[in-house]
């Protein structure tokens, strides 16, 4: 929060997408460590992560930017605090980026401490003097009967929603860009320094997640900046979404995340899980972007077999290569689970049979294939030839 303390200088803990960063604005790319924390976080649970909480939401609905940069159980806090204290979530969630994407735990040197970086020691660079820090004075319990902690990642982005309100000025939802431009340099005590430009940082990214208050310039990427509707629960308590629209909002989320790559290129690594083969990563992860109760991190379904297995285990529908797909299922290549190759996200399927999907990990981004003929999907370029679709259980659709 203070420029004085161990903020001041660090690496910004976000990563950013292609097109981001020629936006003028100084920001610096995640590194391996940053992004691996990213990927860690995402598999938070999130029945600890979430409070007992309003469900409504204040601000815009998610971007394809913050769903890429958000796990699904931190936008959701986002969201909720946003709701209790009248603050644009995005804003909000900017901050948390911009602090140590949430990530922090414990007392820095400076006397900062927890997700948001809040001044926690008293006669410390972050809380000069000896009267009542900012978490003495303005934390908040979200978990009703429990004290609060600096360090539960609800309890801290509530509290900082709390001091951003009440301390620091900024507006309810609907303000002005100019407006919580001024409460973002007052959280750090500047809206500049040498190490960083803290406030112009923030509402960039917070443009690129939604915000659209009065005086906002344009997202410098406009297609992440584009809201995702289906994802404003993404993945935390979200209702089961069912009928055709199911395959809509899957359609939707993979959609949004065309031209996404490994960071570094060649290595594996993305938003999506694990540093492995990501092509099931990244199915299991729009599913449950989209609100299919898929249990668990990513990584359990890294192997395109297992997805298929635990369809078929869990009340959903496989359907053999000859069916007719609908979107939003899930299409598996190979010779069968015990052997499956590579899957992807059907996103249309056309009057002559011919279908056309979204698949992670094909030439290491997130690519559209086809329209083509599934009889010769290899031909498409995949790895081998389709052994079946599978319609997850939230979304049980009538094969057509």
């Known amino acids: 929060m203070s420029r004085n303390s161990s903020n001041a200088g660090r690496t910004l803990w976000w990563w950013v997408g292609s097109g981001f960063a020629g936006a003028g ?15 860690l976080g995402a598999s938070l649970s999130c029945k600890a992560a979430t409070p007992t909480a309003s469900a409504a939401t204040n601000g815009p609905a998610p971007s394809a930017a913050a769903l890429q ?42 006397g900062c401490a927890g997700p948001m970086q809040i001044a926690y020691q008293r006669e410390s660079p972050c809380s000069p003097g000896s009267g009542p820090t900012l978490w003495e004075r303005y934390e908040v319990s979200a978990h009703p009967g429990q004290p609060a902690s600096v360090n539960d990642p609800a309890d801290a982005i ?64 406009t297609e992440l900046a584009q809201p995702v509707e289906a994802a404003s629960q993404a993945g935390c308590a979200a209702a089961p979404i069912a009928g055709a629209g199911a395959g809509a909002g899957i359609v939707k989320i993979a959609e949004s995340q065309v031209g996404q790559t ?47 297995t635990w369809v078929a285990e869990h009340h959903g529908r496989v359907l053999p290569p000859s069916a007719r797909p ?19 996200i059907v996103q249309s399927v056309l009057a002559n049979g011919e279908i056309a999907t979204v698949e992670g990990n094909y030439a290491n981004k997130v690519t559209r294939v086809g329209p083509f003929d599934p009889a010769r999907a290899a031909a498409a370029g995949v790895p081998g030839p389709i052994y079946g679709y599978a319609q997850p259980p939230s979304a049980n659709r009538t094969e057509a």
């Open 25 to 39: 604005v100084l920001l610096a790319i995640t590194t391996t460590l940053g992004f691996v924390a990213a990927v």
């Open 69 to 110: 940069n958000i796990p699904p159980a931190r936008l959701r806090l986002y969201e909720q605090a946003g709701a209790r204290f009248d603050i644009d979530w995005t804003f909000l969630a900017s901050i948390g980026a911009q602090e140590c994407n949430s990530t922090c735990a414990g007392t820095n040197s400076s």
């Open 158 to 221: 509530y509290t900082a929603a709390r001091i951003l309100r009440e301390d620091m000025g900024a507006p309810p939802t609907g303000g002005t860009y100019n407006e919580y431009f001024q409460a973002a340099c007052r959280y750090y005590g500047a809206c500049a320094d040498s190490a960083v430009s803290y406030a112009s940082e923030v509402m960039a990214r917070a443009v690129q997640y939604g915000f659209s208050g009065s005086g906002s310039p344009n997202p410098t990427n």
């Open 262 to 308: 490994e960071h570094p290129p060649g290595s594996n690594c993305t938003i999506y899980g694990p540093c492995e083969e990501w092509c099931s990563l990244f199915t299991a992860w729009v599913w449950q972007h989209a609100g299919i109760t898929l249990p668990g991190p990513t990584s359990l379904y890294a192997y395109s077999g297992s997805l298929y």
């Open 326 to 344: 609908s979107p939003g299922d899930a299409v598996f290549y190979g010779s069968g689970p015990s052997n499956s190759l590579h899957v992807g």
